[in-house]
């Protein structure tokens, strides 16, 4: 662990960023539901997607670097809730992914806390990585700064291995919800 090291991401490291999650995410659950695929068309995708939200809303990231290469990922994303539409997904195609992305948003959108707090996400470690500490190492730092303005903090999930991750840095769920059959857990964390 020792020649790993954390630090912020650069406007550089967008697009490295970008796929590390695409890769680290491709196989959640809720993307497999809503992209109904995992090959290398969808990564690419999702890859645009991460590439955009670093671009337009980065907040603060944190790159967890081995020698020169990005192997993990963190945001966090200060926010107070959000209004979602409901009559945006009513009538619309069920086989499209622009459809099912825009349920899956506004779904957790309903469930983000209406005072300020951290938002986490996306946080993702490439699969080679994952289970070696890295997770823990940014987790580590996402905490030492929210615990610095003694805020609250948030984030949805939709693996059950995350849950139990999440709690061991103090986060609770405080709420769940389906989506197109995938169980969602909304964690809050409260600093003290």
Same mark, same amino acid.
Not at 86 to 111: A, C, F, L, P
């Given at each position: 662990?020792?020649?790993?090291?954390?630090?912020?991401?650069? =406007? !550089?490291?967008?697009?490295? $960023?970008?796929?590390?999650?695409?890769?680290?995410?491709?196989?959640?659950?809720?993307?497999?539901?809503?992209?109904q695929n995992s090959d290398e068309r969808i990564r690419i995708q999702i890859e645009n997607d991460f590439t955009n939200l670093l671009?337009?809303?980065?907040?603060?990231?944190?790159?967890? =670097?081995?020698?020169?290469?990005?192997?993990?990922?963190?945001? %966090?994303?200060?926010? !107070?809730? =959000?209004?979602?539409?409901?009559?945006?997904?009513? !009538?619309?195609?069920?086989?499209?992914?622009?459809?099912?992305?825009?349920?899956? %948003?506004?779904?957790?959108?309903? &469930?983000?806390? =209406?005072?300020?707090?951290?938002?986490?996400?996306?946080?993702?470690?490439?699969?080679? &990585?994952?289970?070696?500490?890295?997770?823990? %190492?940014?987790?580590?730092?996402?905490?030492?700064?929210?615990?610095?303005?003694?805020? $609250?903090?948030?984030?949805?999930?939709?693996?059950?291995?995350?849950?139990?991750f999440y709690e061991k840095f103090g986060f609770k769920t405080i709420a769940e919800s389906m989506i197109f059959g995938v169980k $969602?857990?909304? %964690?809050?964390?409260? !600093?003290?």
């Amino acid at each position: 662990m020792s020649n790993i090291a954390i630090s912020f991401m650069e =406007k !550089s490291d967008i697009e490295e $960023s970008a796929r590390v999650l695409s890769i680290a995410m491709l196989d959640n659950p809720i993307h497999l539901v809503v992209f109904q695929n995992s090959d290398e068309r969808i990564r690419i995708q999702i890859e645009n997607d991460f590439t955009n939200l670093l671009k337009d809303r980065p907040g603060i990231v944190f790159i967890a =670097k081995e020698k020169q290469n990005i192997i993990g990922v963190m945001r %966090m994303f200060s926010c !107070s809730g =959000k209004d979602t539409a409901d009559d945006e997904t009513k !009538s619309q195609d069920e086989n499209s992914i622009d459809w099912r992305r825009k349920v899956w %948003m506004n779904e957790w959108g309903r &469930h983000d806390p =209406k005072d300020q707090h951290w938002h986490l996400g996306p946080i993702g470690v490439l699969p080679s &990585h994952q289970g070696s500490g890295v997770g823990s %190492m940014l987790m580590n730092r996402f905490c030492l700064e929210v615990d610095a303005c003694r805020a $609250s903090a948030f984030l949805e999930t939709d693996k059950n291995i995350n849950v139990v991750f999440y709690e061991k840095f103090g986060f609770k769920t405080i709420a769940e919800s389906m989506i197109f059959g995938v169980k $969602s857990p909304y %964690m809050q964390r409260v !600093s003290t």
